[in-house]
């Protein structure tokens, strides 16, 4: 029931959000990357590596801007991250026996999150109507593709697909969950996205139901590892951000470099 009524509330602001001009939908993103990035020094935290919160937060959110805005440099983000970071160790109190697993911790979590998340703004500012539309049809079929693996998978499987990882995964929710994508693709083509071929339908449906499916197991390996179920408790039913956006973190590049390379 916590599951539904999140929902509930979430999608219609979302779709607003969405239809909005692209600021609006940039500010969620922005909310949603540092929240989760928050959640991921947490993991950390539990396994003993004090990330630099600040400092992360600050390169996470200078990365996504230079999704937004175009004439700010991703490189220069980057390198200036990768430099400053550790020269706030070497500046600082922090003992040196800490500063190295600290630095690659705060270092990589900021990038994983900005650089993946900003592929979704990147989607966004592609054009008004057309932005929106690659968003919507990205969560449709991630988030279809996430619902058929769930219950399929709870109700009928029997294989474990990541024992070691997340033993309640099984192949048969990982298959309905392909099949739960390319079916949502479909509609999504029918509904709303005529510009998309039959093609391009079966195969982004594949790819982006395999990305989910990779995003989830990733950020599970990553809890099982700190010891924890979920990353947080801030979506009721849901967990935290990370929780809810792991498997879209990979399907926002494969969509953007799909539509460009073959849809644009």
């Known amino acids: 029931m916590k599951r539904i009524l ?13 239809r909005r001009p692209p600021i609006y939908f940039s500010l969620l993103i922005a909310a949603a990357c540092l929240l989760g990035l928050l ?19 600050a ?7 230079t999704f937004y805005e175009s004439s700010w440099s991703l490189p220069a983000a980057l390198v200036a991250g990768v430099i400053l970071i550790p020269i706030l160790s070497l500046l600082g109190r922090r003992p040196l026996e800490e500063c190295l697993s600290s630095d ?52 009928t499987g029997r294989h474990q697909l990541s024992p070691r990882v997340s033993p309640k995964k099984t192949v048969e929710g990982a298959a309905a969950g392909i099949l739960g994508s390319l079916l949502a693709a479909l509609l999504a083509r029918a509904w ?7 093609a391009d339908c079966w195969i982004l449906g594949i790819l982006l139901s395999v990305s989910g499916i990779l995003g989830d197991l990733v950020e599970s390996m990553w809890k099982r590892g700190a010891g ?10 849901h967990g935290g951000i990370l929780d809810r956006c792991d498997s879209l973190l990979f399907g926002g590049p494969i969509l953007y470099y799909y539509f460009l390379h073959w849809m644009g």
Do not use: H, M
């Open 192 to 198: 709303f996205f005529s510009q998309l071929r039959t």
């Open 228 to 237: 924890t179920k979920d990353s947080a408790a801030l979506v009721p039913g």
């Open 6 to 18: 999140s929902a509930a509330i979430f999608l219609p602001v979302f779709y607003l959000l969405v």
């Open 59 to 65: 390169l996470a959110f200078a990365v996504l801007f």
């Open 39 to 57: 959640e991921l020094y947490r993991l950390a935290a539990l396994r003993g590596i004090r990330c630099n919160r600040p400092a992360g937060c």
């Open 104 to 155: 690659s911790a705060t270092v990589f979590g900021a990038l994983f999150l900005s650089t993946l998340l900003g592929y979704l703004v990147g989607l966004r500012k592609l054009g008004d109507e057309l932005g929106g539309d690659l968003i919507f049809f990205l969560f449709l079929v991630v988030w279809a593709g996430d619902t058929a693996a769930y219950y399929v998978g709870s109700a």
